[in-house]
C-alpha cells in the first residue's frame, strides 16, 4: 500500500510546509536551508539528512519470547521500505533491545534508546503493563511513543498522555461488542470472564458489564491470571462452578489455549467467546484439536494469516513476499508477526503524512490518521484517528470457528469515535 507514490505524497507535504515556512521567514538568515528542521529551526532529534533513528524494546528472551517477533518483523516491513528509497529519502534506522518481558527493563531499554541512541520516538511497545511503563517517562521527554499494541484505557487517555497513540482496539471495545454478541443468542446469558490481572482485563470487563447493562444477562463469575501462572484450571473449575453457561476469554495465545483444553476436558459445553488476542488459530486453538473448539466465536479486526481462506489473498501475499525477502526466519502465519508488520506499515504511513519530521508534527501525524486499509486489516475495516480518540482501529467483525477457519457472522461492527472508558 505505501509504494513510491505514497513516500512522494509526503515529501510533497513535507516541501510546501516548508516552502511556507520560508515565506513567513523572509528576510531572517536562517530556518530555510537543506534538511529536516523543528519550527524553530534546530535539527529534530533521531533524524539526520538521509535516516531516521526509531527505537524499541521487545521480549525477544524469556516465557513470553513469542512477542519478541515484533522486533524483527518490524524490521523487514522497515528494509522494505528503505530498499525502495525509504521516507522521503530518510533511511529508517530501526534499533531496538531485549527486555525479557521485564517493565523496569523496558524503561532502562527506553532511557537508553532516547538518551544515548538519540531516537526519534518509541515504537510499538507490546502488552499493556510493559506499554504503561514508559508512559510517564515518554510523556514528560515530548518523545512520541507511537503504535503501542496496548488496548487498556489507559492509552485512550489523550489529555493525560499526549505523546502516546496505540495501535490496537481499546479491550473495552473488544468486552463491548463482545457483549452485544452474547445478547443477540442468549439474551439472559451467565457469563464466567477469565480474563489477564491488568488494565486490558479491567478495561475487557468494564465494557462488557456496559453492553449488558439493563439486560437480562449477567457475569456470574471474573477469574483473572498472571503470566507467570502454569495452568488455569482452577479459574477454569470455578467459572464451571459459578453456573455460567458462557465463557468469554480475554488472554494470551497460551493461557487460551490452555482454558479451551481444560474446557473440553471436563466435559463442559458453554458457548464460548475468544478476545482477539486469545484466537490465534494455530497458537489457541490447534493445540487443543480442532475438533474440540468448533463453534467458539471471537471478533477480529485482522486476517488470520495461517487461515487458509487467505491463502490467495493478495494483501497476504505482499506480506509473504516482504518476509520471504527481508524476513526469512519469521514465521509467516503467526499471527503477532502479521500484526507487527501492519504496525510498521501504519508507522511509515504516519510518517508520510506528516507535515515534517519532527517529534511534535510526527506526533500530531498519529493523532489524526485517517486510511482506508492497511495490508492485513479485515475488510470495511479502516484506521482513523481524531483528537480525543487516539484508538486507531474501533470496528469489529464477529466470527465462527468451523471446521479450520473463522467464517464471518454478520456485518463488523462499529465503535468509530464511542470507545468505552
Not at 489529555?159 to 495501535?167: R, S, Y
Not at 458457548?271 to 494455530?282: E, F, G, H, Q
Not at 508534527?361 to 479485515?378: E, K, Q, R, Y
Request: hydrophobic residues 40%; aromatic residues 8%; charged residues 15%.
Amino acid at each position: 500500500m505505501f509504494g513510491n507514490g505514497a513516500h512522494a505524497a509526503g515529501g510533497i507535504r513535507r516541501v510546501l510546509a516548508l516552502a511556507l515556512a520560508c515565506v513567513g521567514a523572509i528576510g531572517l538568515a536562517t530556518g530555510c536551508g537543506g534538511g529536516v528542521s523543528s519550527s524553530s529551526g534546530e535539527s529534530s532529534p533521531g533524524v539526520s539528512k538521509d535516516a531516521i533513528t526509531i527505537g524499541g524494546s521487545y521480549t525477544l528472551s524469556g516465557p513470553l519470547s513469542v512477542l519478541g517477533v515484533f522486533g524483527p518483523a518490524s524490521k523487514a516491513y522497515f528494509e522494505s521500505v528503505n530498499a525502495k528509497g525509504g521516507v522521503d529519502g530518510h533511511r529508517i534506522k530501526f534499533v531496538y533491545y531485549d527486555d525479557a518481558g521485564d517493565p523496569s527493563k523496558v524503561l532502562q531499554n527506553t532511557r537508553r534508546l532516547v538518551e544515548q541512541d538519540n531516537a526519534f520516538g518509541i515504537y510499538s511497545t507490546v502488552g499493556n503493563t510493559v506499554s504503561a511503563s514508559i508512559l510517564d517517562y515518554v510523556n514528560q521527554q515530548r518523545v512520541p511513543q507511537l503504535l503501542a499494541v496496548a488496548g487498556g484505557s489507559e492509552f485512550g487517555k489523550t489529555a493525560a498522555h499526549p505523546w502516546t497513540t496505540p495501535f490496537y482496539v481499546g479491550n473495552a471495545t473488544e468486552g463491548a461488542v463482545d457483549g452485544r454478541f452474547i445478547l443477540s443468542k442468549q439474551p439472559n446469558a451467565k457469563i464466567g470472564v477469565l480474563a489477564t490481572n491488568d488494565d486490558a482485563g479491567q478495561s475487557y470487563v468494564r465494557g462488557l458489564e456496559g453492553a449488558l447493562a439493563g439486560s437480562g444477562a449477567t457475569i456470574v463469575a471474573k477469574q483473572t491470571y498472571e503470566l507467570t501462572d502454569a495452568t488455569v484450571d482452577s479459574q477454569i473449575a470455578k467459572l464451571r462452578a459459578s453456573g455460567a453457561d458462557t465463557v468469554a476469554i480475554l488472554a494470551l495465545a497460551k493461557f487460551s489455549s490452555l482454558g479451551l483444553k481444560r474446557i473440553h476436558e471436563l466435559g463442559w459445553k458453554p458457548t464460548i467467546v475468544l478476545s482477539l488476542s486469545a484466537s490465534s488459530r494455530d497458537a489457541s486453538l490447534r493445540p487443543v484439536g480442532f475438533e474440540n473448539v468448533q463453534g467458539v466465536y471471537s471478533a477480529f479486526f485482522a486476517k488470520d494469516p495461517s487461515d487458509p481462506q487467505w491463502a490467495n489473498d493478495p494483501a497476504l501475499k505482499r506480506y509473504r513476499d516482504t518476509l520471504a525477502q527481508y524476513g526469512r526466519s519469521l514465521d509467516p502465519n503467526d499471527a503477532f508477526t502479521l500484526l507487527a508488520y501492519m504496525n510498521a506499515q501504519v508507522l511509515v504511513s504516519t510518517l508520510d503524512e506528516s507535515s515534517a519530521l519532527t517529534r511534535a508534527a510526527v506526533n500530531d501525524a498519529a493523532h489524526n490518521l485517517s486510511l482506508p486499509t492497511v495490508d492485513g486489516l479485515l475488510p470495511g475495516i479502516s484506521i482513523k484517528t481524531g483528537p480525543g480518540d487516539p484508538w486507531p482501529i474501533e470496528t469489529l467483525q464477529v466470527v465462527q470457528f468451523r471446521g479450520d477457519q473463522w467464517v464471518p457472522v454478520g456485518d463488523p461492527v462499529s465503535y468509530e469515535g464511542k470507545t468505552p472508558n
